[in-house]
């Protein structure tokens, strides 16, 4: 017999109650209609221009889950995501699943990552988020042991499946609630080898059309460090290959 949705909802909320110590950040336990916008695998020279223009069009601001070997060879980007007042958070060395990497080697990838990712912003950064959202207890502990916090997210405007901008950004209302952790990208990154085709929608354009679909909601957007600022934190037992 299939649970229900409550049913589920509250076997997960009392499983996270248990599991909060080894839980990883997935959004904020408020009532306030706040949503923290976040950007995964930039910098890039591409969507990272257009989704800052469209930011500072409406006068928000968000995270940026950026991989280290890219802030290196855009750090004029990283400077500007700062400039602007954004928050920089670490999104790997590189977009290796980290589920694959021998156990012993994590966490001095990771620091590596931090190291790297610290010295090109200028400070240091705290917040990662695991490639591809794969996370095992391994990989859980070596990124607490390399003094990073793990940070999920809730809906997804699922931007590496291509479409007009408007849909693309509809799909991120799909189980939107206060206190939600978006997210979104500013790159596109793909394994080596993959052909898959890169989006052919404005980066930018998605972030205004999702914006104003959240504010029609009475949602604000804002950082994650704004949201952990107004909410309890929600952490969330988050582990999958």
Not at 147 to 164: K, Q
């Amino acid at each position: 017999m299939a649970l229900s949705v409550a049913t589920r909802r509250f076997l997960r909320r009392s499983a996270d109650r248990v599991l909060f110590p080894v839980g990883s950040l997935r959004g904020g336990r408020t009532s306030d209609r706040l949503v923290a916008l976040t950007y995964d695998d930039g910098p890039d020279p591409v969507g990272t221009p257009a989704v800052l223009e469209a930011l500072a069009s409406l006068g928000l601001k968000a995270t940026f889950f950026q991989l280290a070997y890219r802030a290196e060879r855009y750090p004029e980007l990283v400077r500007a995501v700062l400039d602007e007042g954004h928050e920089i958070a670490l999104h790997g060395v590189d977009h290796t699943r980290l589920t694959t990497v021998p156990r012993g080697e994590v966490r001095s990838l990771l620091e590596d990552g931090r190291t790297r990712l610290s010295r090109v912003a200028g400070r240091d950064v705290r917040m990662f988020r695991p490639p591809y959202g794969s996370q095992s207890p391994a990989t859980y502990a070596a990124t607490r042991r390399a003094g990073l916090m793990p940070v999920v997210w809730g809906p997804s405007v699922r931007d590496w499946v291509d479409g007009a901008a408007a849909d693309v950004a509809a799909r991120g209302l799909e189980g939107l609630h206060p206190g939600s952790i978006m997210l979104m990208h500013d790159g596109f990154e793909v394994p080596p080898g993959d052909t898959t085709p890169e989006p052919t929608f404005d980066r930018g354009e998605v972030t205004r059309e999702l914006v104003a679909e959240l504010r029609a909601r009475d949602y604000r957007p804002v950082s994650v460090g704004h949201l952990l600022t107004h909410a309890k934190p929600w952490r969330s037992a988050w582990f999958r290959d």
